[in-house]
């Protein structure tokens, strides 16, 4: 007779994806076990996104403060001091934590502290908590770390984004290697901190794109927008070697040097199953190590799901979540979909970027002919209102049925353009909906609305 301790749902994982699937399953009615290793919250709220959005938000207030001081408005410090802001950026991720705990037992999630692994579909040992038995698993074990190999590169010199997180002082120069799963996220964002530290940053991303979501058009002009801050964007550039404190990079016009006192590998994540046993429950990883899964998050084993990093789709938190909560409602015994077409795409830069669907490029292999437009900020009330910052939104429609089908936004406001626009990709919504917008004035919405009215024309 087995002793296991029986649920309708266990989900392995309390990063984003197995917080939402566990609060998403509780909400139905479902009894649920949440298995963790470490403390809820996982990579996104420990070490990458919320911390890291932490330093960026008090990076885009030091701008903004030596802005004002310029102009008189006051007076303002010329050193953004890297170690308190990290100081804080704990002290308010520690916070967050607590109230996901707090989420997750008003919920009734029972969490089990330790690391779980298979021995059949529905039966998990739990090091230290004993055996739990489950209707249904949804498997959210996230991403590990798997750094680069730079030949002649000591590890003391080779950082990922928690180092930067303890750092006290900057480095004087710093190489920060840009692409993996996120699109460049982290490394769009750490450059931009380590820039407003003090550091000398050069961003190498591998392929023509710094910016992933955007036209090819736009790259040239977002980088345009990075120079103020006195970073040296290198695309098509990848590390050979370190020679002492600079690396060489190939690029297509030939080997170049960089200083680097360090190498910042943002986003090197792979999915991770380690320790899984996922064969005991008849699954096999993709060559990339993803749990590969259906729009449902169903695995092709019955009563098994996987949602998050695991799955390698996106590898963002945002896409984590739609993804736990619809592995957790079906688990549950729902029936949804996750539409992750919608998810958009943030970076905390200065002036911040988002994106969210296709690229023209990508829409019109896909056979979707386009409509588009792009509007400018400057001279728009939102941009005056906000310090005549320049900036711009690109909206794309299908020409057939107005239905949105992207929109990119760089400059103030753009993550509130984009969302917007997200939430309307979610209901499926047309230019004629969205030109239909009241927004507050003046607001970024107001230019959505605008650019929404010139398709519909």
Not at 79 to 91: C, E, I, P, S, V
Not at 309 to 318: A, F, K, V
Not at 346 to 357: I, M, S, Y
Not at 413 to 437: F, I, K, P
Request: charged residues 15%; aromatic residues 4%.
């Amino acid at each position: 007779m087995s002793t296991a301790r029986r649920f309708d749902v266990a989900v392995i994982g309390g990063g984003a994806a197995g917080v939402a699937a566990a609060l998403e399953a509780a909400r139905l009615g479902a009894s649920v076990a949440l298995v963790e290793a470490e403390r809820p919250g996982g990579s996104c709220v420990h070490f990458t996104c919320i911390p890291t959005s932490i330093l960026l938000d008090a990076a885009e207030g030091f701008v903004r403060a030596r802005e004002l001081a310029v102009a008189g408005v006051l007076t303002a410090s010329e050193t953004f001091q890297l170690g308190r802001a990290n100081d804080r950026a704990r002290a308010l991720a520690r916070s967050l934590a607590a109230g996901l705990e707090t989420s997750l037992r008003r919920a009734r999630v029972e969490v089990v502290a330790g690391h779980a692994s298979f021995r059949e579909p529905g039966l998990l040992t739990v090091a230290g908590a004993g055996e739990l038995a489950a209707d249904a698993v949804v498997i959210a074990s996230g991403a590990r770390w798997e750094l680069p190999a730079i030949p002649g590169l000591p590890a003391d010199r080779l950082a990922t984004p928690d180092v930067v997180q303890s750092w006290r002082e900057p480095p004087p120069s710093c190489l920060i290697l840009g692409g993996g799963p996120s699109g460049g996220t982290f490394a769009l964002e750490y450059a931009t901190l380590l820039a407003l530290a003090g550091s000398e940053v050069t961003l190498a991303a591998p392929g023509p794109s710094v910016f992933a979501g955007f036209d090819d058009d736009l790259q040239p002009v977002l980088v345009d927008l990075l120079q103020p801050l006195g970073i040296t964007v290198l695309v098509g550039a990848v590390p050979l070697r370190a020679e002492g404190e600079t690396v060489v990079l190939a690029t297509a016009a030939g080997e170049r040097p960089v200083a680097a006192a360090c190498v910042l590998a943002a986003d090197p994540r792979v999915p991770s199953v380690r320790g899984l046993d996922i064969e005991c429950a008849g699954l096999t990883p993709g060559a990339d190590g993803a749990i590969p899964v259906d729009a449902a998050c169903a695995t092709g084993v019955p009563g098994i799901f996987a949602a998050g990093d695991i799955t390698g789709q996106g590898m963002r938190s945002s896409t984590a979540a739609v993804q736990g909560r619809t592995a957790g409602a079906n688990a549950a015994g729902e029936s949804r979909v996750a539409r992750l077409s919608a998810v958009p795409w943030l970076a905390h830069t200065v002036p911040p970027v988002a994106a969210v669907g296709s690229t023209a490029a990508a829409a019109q292999q896909a056979g979707i002919p386009l409509a588009s437009v792009t509007l400018g900020f400057e001279g728009t009330a939102p941009s005056v209102a906000r310090g005549g910052h320049p900036g711009l939104l690109r909206l794309h429609a299908d020409r057939r049925t107005g239905e949105i089908v992207s929109a990119q936004a760089a400059g103030p406001g753009a993550h509130e353009l984009v969302s917007a626009a997200a939430a309307l990709m979610q209901t499926e919504a047309t230019v004629d909906q969205a030109a239909a917008l009241v927004a507050w004035h003046p607001s970024p919405l107001e230019l959505l609305a605008e650019a929404a009215r010139r398709l519909a024309g």
